[in-house]
């Protein structure tokens, strides 16, 4: 098992933002997390990945508390954010090379080079970041999140304001990714789930309201009217 959330909430002020949310993410699998803008996705995101506490219940990754063990819960996890921070003065491989560098990977220069191969940077490598499209900047940061080779990828929005072909290309890297590693993306977009992942977790007002292989949901539909039906029959 790769991820264990149980009985999570997070609560802002009076505002729930997760509400008792429990779900299991097995080896290599490719899961959408797939919910309107505000429904809680990033919010769970941040609590596997350690970068906020939940108010109720826990995660585990790879067998790690996010209590217990924070440190190793982050070290087997690569998380590229939705706002891809990145330092748009630096050239691509000086990038890598300095993340690589915090992660104290031994044969750095080596495993930057693997980084911009898999990743397909290698004819923009020699630009500096801020020269880079929408399309090769989300490129850098997946290649800054595989870089320490974590067993688990967490993705919020990767392809938020990507042209068609920037998307067709990301998607068929995401999904290659996913042969090797466990992913979980998050998307607002029914396609976007359709077209890379192999399982669809459904959230909405904090609430899981439906988790089932993607060949299961009803193609074509509308995400407002799968939530229409969903809770209509809650």
Known sequence: M?????????????QKAL???SLEINDKEVVGLL?????????????????IPPTEGTVKVCGNDIFDDPMAVRASIGYLTEHNPLYLDMYVR????????????????????????????????????????????????????????????????PTTGL?????????SLIKEIGKEKTVV?????MQEVEAVCSRAI????????????????????????IFRKITTEQ
């Open 35 to 51: 919910g309107p803008n505000g429904a809680g996705k990033s919010t769970l995101m941040k609590i596997i990945t350690c970068f």
């Open 163 to 171: 042209d068609p072909n920037q998307l067709a290309e990301i998607r």
């Open 19 to 21: 509400n008792n949310v």
């Open 202 to 225: 459904i959230i909405n007002s904090g609430r899981v309201v439906a988790d089932d292989d993607t060949k299961h949901l009803a193609s074509g539909q509308s995400l407002e009217a």
């Open 94 to 157: 000086e990038f890598l090379v300095f993340i690589a560098g915090l992660y104290k990977i031994k044969d750095r220069k080596i495993r930057v080079e693997e980084m911009i191969e898999i990743t397909g940077l290698k004819k923009e490598v020699n630009k500096k970041i801020g020269a880079l499209s929408k399309g090769y900047r989300q490129r850098v940061g997946l290649a800054q999140a595989l870089i320490h080779n974590p067993k688990v990828l967490i993705l919020d929005e």
């Open 185 to 189: 993306l998050s998307t607002h977009i």
């Open 2 to 14: 790769s991820i264990s959330v149980r009985n999570i909430t997070k609560i802002y002020g009076n």
